[in-house]
């Protein structure tokens, strides 16, 4: 992936700035390999007590994103890597690399005002600009100036990087990374001749459209929530019983 492309890049800028911005495409791998790097260079360690802590705006992100690293690492899920949730835990004294919500830290920012635990804090995804993001953004500018050990990354494919080079100091406490993708598809753009009234009908009569044509792939819809989601799948479930359908949503369990 990308990111291990800019491995020494990345390990430079934690070493001279206390922040860094990283600006990575969606499939640069900048949410797994980073702080798989992190810790294989020594930020992380158990026997110092000290983790890289990644977070994420959603629970299910947090939970499927540290199984992945942890079957990359050949560990075993809440051992070296774990996650932590609302509604989930599954890390030990020894875990070295978490993923958890937004919410999970700002949670441990008010238990811990240092975050003494953490020796690199990863906050990702935050164009989201989720209120636990924004408090934390806010909040962790003081916790740095009284830990002048911490880092902070602040990870995301869209953010405004200038305005939080500012925010944070501008050069002299933080640098700008920016990781390409690992590919872009060829993507063609076809807009409907006339308007409608129900775009979740309309998105199920494109997929029949599509399988009426016997064309061969996956296809992905994105509409605005859990029920659309839900809505659609039932309608296409009836309609093409062979199909595989994974609905994906926020608040799905893992």
Same mark, same amino acid.
């Given at each position: 992936?990308?990111?291990?492309?800019?491995?020494?890049?990345?390990?430079?800028?934690?070493?001279?700035?206390?922040?860094?911005?990283?600006?990575?495409?969606?499939?640069?791998?900048?949410?797994?390999?980073?702080?798989?790097?992190?810790?294989?260079?020594?930020?992380?360690?158990?026997?110092?007590?000290?983790?890289?802590?990644?977070?994420?705006?959603?629970?299910?992100?947090?939970?499927?994103?540290?199984?992945?690293?942890?079957?990359?690492?050949?560990?075993? +899920?809440?051992?070296?890597?774990?996650?932590?949730?609302?509604?989930?835990?599954?890390?030990?004294?020894?875990? %070295?690399?978490?993923?958890?919500?937004?919410?999970?830290?700002?949670?441990?920012?008010?238990?811990?005002?240092?975050?003494?635990?953490?020796?690199?804090?990863?906050?990702?995804?935050?164009?989201?600009?989720?209120?636990?993001?924004?408090?934390?953004?806010? $909040? $962790?500018?003081?916790?740095? +100036?009284?830990?002048?050990?911490?880092?902070?990354?602040?990870?995301?494919?869209?953010? %405004?990087?200038?305005?939080?080079?500012?925010?944070?100091?501008?050069?002299?406490?933080?640098?700008?990374?920016?990781?390409?993708?690992?590919?872009?598809?060829?993507?063609?753009?076809?807009?409907?001749?006339?308007?409608?009234?129900?775009?979740?009908?309309?998105?199920?009569?494109?997929?029949?459209?599509?399988?009426?044509?016997? +064309? %061969?792939?996956?296809?992905?819809?994105?509409?605005?929530?859990?029920?659309?989601?839900? %809505?659609?799948?039932?309608?296409?479930?009836?309609?093409?019983?062979?199909?595989?359908?994974?609905?994906?949503?926020?608040?799905?369990?893992?």
């Amino acid at each position: 992936l990308p990111a291990r492309i800019y491995k020494n890049s990345i390990l430079k800028s934690l070493h001279d700035f206390q922040v860094t911005i990283v600006v990575g495409d969606t499939g640069s791998g900048k949410t797994t390999q980073i702080p798989a790097i992190l810790r294989e260079y020594g930020w992380a360690s158990a026997a110092k007590g000290k983790a890289v802590a990644c977070t994420q705006p959603r629970r299910i992100a947090a939970v499927s994103v540290a199984a992945r690293v942890a079957e990359q690492l050949n560990s075993n +899920l809440g051992s070296l890597v774990g996650h932590a949730t609302r509604l989930d835990e599954n890390r030990c004294e020894t875990t %070295e690399i978490v993923y958890m919500t937004d919410g999970i830290l700002f949670q441990e920012l008010l238990g811990d005002p240092q975050l003494s635990r953490y020796s690199v804090i990863m906050l990702d995804e935050v164009h989201e600009r989720t209120i636990h993001t924004d408090l934390l953004i806010a $909040l $962790l500018r003081h916790v740095l +100036l009284k830990r002048k050990d911490l880092r902070l990354i602040l990870a995301s494919a869209t953010v %405004e990087a200038k305005s939080l080079c500012g925010f944070y100091g501008g050069a002299k406490v933080a640098n700008m990374l920016h990781i390409g993708g690992s590919g872009q598809f060829n993507v063609q753009i076809r807009y409907m001749t006339q308007p409608c009234t129900d775009y979740v009908r309309a998105a199920v009569g494109t997929v029949d459209l599509i399988i009426n044509d016997g +064309l %061969e792939g996956d296809i992905l819809i994105f509409l605005t929530g859990r029920e659309e989601i839900n %809505e659609a799948a039932a309608a296409l479930s009836a309609a093409h019983p062979d199909l595989n359908l994974i609905p994906l949503y926020a608040s799905l369990s893992v």
